[in-house]
């Protein structure tokens, strides 16, 4: 499961791309109980949204015209720029090369030979997120793509991660990840193969956050009253939970889960 030791290689950063960050501020404060806390005009709509005075997640306003709403995962890093170069060796491309954050650290983002976005995060005076995995909170995250196969390859080469293809059904496998040197309860994510019915629908590869909810069914209905549109209804997963897909009211994918002994 995620923690804030953030391990390299784990997640450690999240953040929301918006045409409208005022409305995104409002819809997922009002799904989550969090609050916003801007960091200024100069800031052009960035802030954080926080629980309980903890970082969950960033908010800034779509870097590029042209650029879809989406979130986007930092993965960590000892470095930055020894990391841009093993995403140029495996075959990503760098969309914007290391650059210092004030004090807070050093970033970088790119996207994986199929077509995923991500980023890396080098830690300073900021480490990470100040809570994962409770409810409300990041929990896991999740890479749909158009070829898991090289995704993998990719992931593998880049950031050293550990897999375990696990069966979900009959026709579906599962790559639960996990950084260098840890162990199964380190997991932090997924890979999946994207469903040729959703690349037909112009679905494209991508990485999924999902946020601990207490009852994924009761999250699902107040997002579609904030205007969001449901994309996988409320599913039991065998072991893992019960959770939803959804896109926000622009359109950026997440997902919710209960998860399995969450409650407990």
Known sequence: MLTTAYRPGAPVWLELSSPDTRASADFYTALFGWT?????????????????????????????????????????????????????????????????VFTAGRMAGYTDPTGADFAVWQPHDTRGLGVVTQPGSL????????????????????????ERDVPIGEALLYTVLTPAGGGTDDAHG??????????????????LPYFEVPDADAALATAEKLGATVSLPATDVHGVG???????????????????????
């Open 36 to 100: 916003f806390d801007s960091a200024g005009p100069e800031a052009g709509g960035y802030g954080f949204f926080k629980l309980d005075g903890r970082t969950v997640a960033a908010l800034g306003p779509l870097p590029e015209e042209g650029t879809l709403p989406s979130w986007t995962v930092y993965f960590a890093t000892l470095d930055a720029d020894r990391t841009t170069g093993l995403v140029d060796q495996a075959g990503g491309r760098v969309r914007f090369t290391p650059f210092d």
């Open 242 to 264: 019960r959770l939803a897909r959804l896109l926000d009211r622009h359109r950026a994918p997440f997902a919710v889960i209960t998860s399995t002994g969450s409650g407990e």
């Open 190 to 207: 997924g890979l999946v193969q994207l469903d040729p019915r959703h690349t037909a629908r112009g679905t494209s590869s991508h990485w």
């Open 139 to 162: 929990c896991w995250t999740e890479c749909h793509s158009i070829d898991a196969e090289r995704a993998k390859s990719f992931y593998r080469a880049v950031f050293g991660w550990q």
